[in-house]
């Protein structure tokens, strides 16, 4: 799944729309759009879009041998 669909998948389960989201994060809608079809956030951007829904975004490396970096 890529980041776009998960930041959807937030949207549906957060009960708001793409368009609110982009409001809660300081941006416009368009903008906002924009960097969805581009694929183009950076892990503080999505910190951002977790806290406005009042989620957490977690990053890792997990090894195969399941040891977490």
């Known amino acids: 799944m890529t980041i776009s669909e998960e930041i959807k998948v937030l949207c549906v389960r957060s009960n708001i729309s793409m368009a ?5 994060v ?3 809608p368009q ?5 969805m079809k581009r694929e183009s956030f ?3 951007e999505l910190e951002v879009i977790a806290d406005a829904v ?3 975004f977690e990053r ?9 970096v």
């Not at 890792?60 to 977490?68: A, D």
């Open 31 to 35: 903008s906002f759009n924009g960097k």
């Open 54 to 56: 009042g989620a957490s």
């Open 42 to 44: 950076t892990i503080s």
């Open 26 to 28: 300081g941006v416009s």
């Open 60 to 68: 890792k490396f997990v090894l195969y041998n399941g040891e977490e």
């Open 20 to 24: 609110e989201l982009a409001r809660r």
